[in-house]
């Protein structure tokens, strides 16, 4: 089954510098002096749209004239672009504000079609923006239908599945809807050719000589009656994405929401990539210029690599909740510091009793998050042959290599005391509640020569007259002495 998604963006000139879940208030964005788009408090006090600015001052004094921005389009339309690649690999922009996408492979993945265009209608809120979705086999049909203004003389819906009803939905369209038929607006209504289907009626040679073959084309591409041809976008190679707060945040918390924008384009980088994250950083900006501030860091670590929104979101939440902001912050900026490539699914028949590994992985995450870095810590070992320096503790989230001593290890004993004991002298043998006897050894180390913190010890495997096996060693120096080292099980 065929399925293409028109997003259509109509106050993305103003919701890019305005998202829809600021403060309502009437706003209007201006170009050349004439109105471009407004917001529906601005419309419902009169103004219009190619109004002069003088003229929406007049009937309307409260409303606030924005300069149209297109860098902040741009920008707005890559972040939309990037956040829906979760969905499909497939994205292409399309004219008049709008994006379009072949879901044609992604309908089983996402439940069928109405289930995926809810996904892709609340992630593009999420992000701030107010959409038209329109639905249809065809891409210009799709971008006609999600284009449209309902009015009372049409049915409802903008999302349809088969030919047979895109068609039907297509003739009852205006003609102006084509942008390729706006110089002929005068002469189509004068012979009766309001809408597509009865544009379709009318001889194709004489529509050709009086028309333009661009008129044509479009009509042929919404139909399905000639191939459509795409240049899908290319997703970076690296993650980096910005947003400004539009006001100065004081609160961390205030910083939440701004924030899961960021995670959800990172999602549909890395579900594009085929990669999930295991390390990523999220700046908060201070101010610039003479009295710029150093951004705050908040580096989040993964116990595993990662790519779901919800648990993304979730450690950025507590972390958010801990910091204490030093200066207001005007802007947000998330990068991927390591990623990896994304692991496919457990598909193992039966759930492992007490959760599944990822949970475990998760619950470090989250109690990293909450507790920080050097409160959630794991036994781990380290490339050194000092007994005391090879054992010790790393965060719970950082990644561990692999040790290359596992030849050291054998014949070491199980416990290992803090810090050794000196040992007293009985006949010229070591005592440890009896005259030790030695069973083996000795096992020379020599390290840390490098840190200046040399270690020259003889290992020994004693025995006590209680049969307890003690691991004792012998300094070498001038001065040597015994000391206690480990107890074996």
């Given at each position: 089954m065929k399925l293409m998604l028109s997003v259509h963006l109509p106050l993305l000139p103003l919701e890019a510098q305005r998202p829809c879940w600021s403060e309502p208030a009437p706003m209007v964005v201006v170009e050349h002096g004439l109105v471009l788009t407004m917001?529906?408090?601005?419309?419902?006090?009169?103004?219009?749209?190619?109004?002069?600015?003088?003229?929406?001052?007049?009937?309307a004094p409260q409303t606030i004239l924005l300069d149209r921005a297109a860098d902040k389009e741009d920008l707005a339309l890559e972040a939309i672009a990037t956040a829906l690649m979760?969905?499909?690999?497939?994205?292409?922009?399309?004219?008049?504000?709008?994006?379009?996408?072949?879901?044609?492979?992604?309908?089983?993945?996402?439940k069928g079609p109405h289930a995926l265009c809810l996904r892709v209608l609340r992630s593009v809120a999420a992000l701030g923006f107010t959409l038209q979705l329109g639905a249809a086999p065809t891409a210009e049909g799709a971008w006609l239908l999600a284009r449209n203004e309902r009015r009372k003389d049409q049915p409802k819906g903008r999302r349809?599945?088969?030919?047979?009803?895109?068609?039907?939905?297509?003739?009852?369209?205006?003609?102006e809807l084509i942008p390729a038929a706006a110089p002929f607006h005068g002469w189509l209504t004068d012979i009766g050719a309001r809408d597509l289907g009865a544009l379709r009626r009318l001889p194709r040679a004489g529509l050709l000589r009086r028309t333009d073959k661009d008129l044509l084309a479009a009509l042929d591409r919404a139909y399905g009656e000639a191939p459509e041809m795409f240049e899908w976008i290319k997703p970076p190679l690296q993650f980096c994405a910005r947003i400004?707060?539009?006001?100065?945040?004081?609160?961390?918390?205030?910083?939440?929401?701004?924030?899961?924008?960021?995670?959800?384009?990172?999602?549909?980088?890395?579900?594009?990539?085929?990669?999930?994250?295991r390390a990523f950083t999220l700046y908060l900006e201070h101010e610039r210029g003479r009295a710029a501030i150093t951004p705050t860091a908040l580096e989040i670590m993964l116990a595993e690599p990662a790519w779901h929104e919800s648990h993304l979101v979730r450690l950025l939440k507590e972390r958010l909740g801990k910091v204490e902001l030093h200066a207001p912050v005007i802007a947000l900026r998330l990068e991927a510091v390591k990623i990896e490539a994304m692991l496919p699914p457990n598909a193992s028949l039966f759930p492992e009793p007490g959760g599944t590994p990822q949970d475990y992985h998760r619950l470090l995450e989250l109690l990293t998050a909450r507790l920080g870095a050097d409160n959630v810590l794991t036994p781990a070992t380290v490339d050194d042959y000092r007994p005391e320096i090879c054992n010790t503790w790393l965060p719970a989230?950082?990644?561990?290599?692999?040790?290359?001593?596992?030849?050291?290890?054998?014949?070491?004993?199980?416990w290992l005391l803090p810090k050794p004991i000196a040992l007293l002298m009985r006949d010229n043998r070591p005592f440890y509640g009896s005259a030790l006897k030695i069973l083996s050894g000795p096992e020379r180390l020599e390290a840390g020569w490098w840190n200046d913190q040399t270690a020259a010890r003889d290992y020994f495997v004693a025995q006590g007259s209680d049969a307890s096996c003690y691991w004792i060693y012998l300094e070498r120096t001038t001065d040597a002495r015994w000391f206690l080292h480990g107890l074996y099980a």
């Open positions: 917001s529906r408090q601005a419309a419902q006090a009169g103004v219009r749209l190619g109004m002069r600015g003088g003229g929406v001052a007049a009937i979760q969905y499909t690999p497939d994205i292409t922009y399309q004219s008049d504000w709008s994006l379009l996408l072949d879901v044609s492979a992604s309908l089983t993945l996402f349809v599945a088969s030919m047979e009803r895109l068609q039907q939905r297509l003739n009852q369209l205006p003609c400004e707060t539009f006001e100065r945040v004081e609160h961390a918390d205030a910083l939440l929401h701004g924030a899961s924008s960021l995670i959800l384009q990172l999602v549909g980088w890395l579900t594009a990539m085929q990669q999930a994250v989230t950082a990644r561990r290599p692999k040790p290359q001593l596992e030849e050291v290890f054998d014949g070491r004993p199980f």
